[in-house]
């Protein structure tokens, strides 16, 4: 739990609602949750989704773990109680862009069910579509593509998650969607999301047809 420390704080509602924001923009806004090992494949297919939702005329938004530790985050490490609040902020984070009417797409390995689940439990029903990208740890550890199994396997790096014994990897047990992204390439990745996406009623337009 965490603490609420300031007190005498007062919500201001404003004028304009949830229901509004999303028809201007034509579309239901969500979070799509990517989670997965290091290396799975979560920000090549979160920022190729992005593009394709931006060319459609969707709002999309990619918030990334890297880019995420470079400012709000980065006085975070990789702790349990670290990776927690790490995974906190973004929760509320992509709350606020759900909010704001996005289609907020976070790309974090986010490690803990019961971490990921405090996120679910934030949103409203329907807003929060966790998406496993699933690859064996042999196959991420195979592209490494940031040399970082590498590093781990050398002990350069600690809590790393699927390798180190500290860092275990919680598999989803109910994602809305599931990615095998050493079965899929990225193009079917993405249009398996798509899908997805057009199926649930995500995708109302786009604001290029909301005049
Ligand atoms: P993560 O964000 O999960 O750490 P990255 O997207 O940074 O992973 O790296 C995944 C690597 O795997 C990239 O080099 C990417 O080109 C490669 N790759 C191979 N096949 C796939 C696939 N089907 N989906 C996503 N990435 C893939």
Redesign the pocket.
């Known amino acids: 739990m965490t603490i609420q420390k300031a007190q005498n704080i007062t919500w201001h509602p404003g004028h304009v609602t949830r229901e509004e924001r999303a028809a201007l923009l034509g579309q239901r806004p969500c979070c799509l949750w990517f989670t997965?090992l290091?290396?799975?494949?979560?920000?090549?297919?979160a920022m190729a989704l992005e593009q394709v939702l931006i060319q459609r005329g969707y709002v999309a938004y990619v918030l990334d773990g890297d880019n995420i530790r470079h400012g709000l985050n980065k006085n975070l490490g990789f702790s349990p109680e670290d990776r927690a609040e790490n995974i906190r902020r973004i929760g509320e984070v992509a709350k606020l862009f759900v909010d704001a009417g996005l289609i907020v797409i976070t790309?974090f390995i986010s490690p803990y069910r019961e971490d990921r689940d405090k996120v679910r439990a934030l949103m409203h029903a329907g807003e929060f579509v966790e998406v496993f990208?699933d690859a064996p740890v042999e196959v991420c550890g195979a592209?490494d593509?940031k040399g970082l199994y590498q590093k781990a396997l050398r002990g350069e790096i600690t809590n790393f998650t699927g390798v180190s014994p500290d860092a275990p990897y919680e598999e989803p047990l109910a994602p809305e969607i599931h990615l095998r992204?050493d079965q899929?390439?990225?193009d079917e990745?993405v249009a398996k999301l798509l899908s997805y996406l057009e199926d649930n009623g995500y995708l109302l337009g786009g604001v290029r047809n909301v005049r």
């Open positions: 997965g290091s290396a799975c494949g979560k920000s090549t297919i790309s990208v592209r593509p992204t899929l390439p990225v990745c």
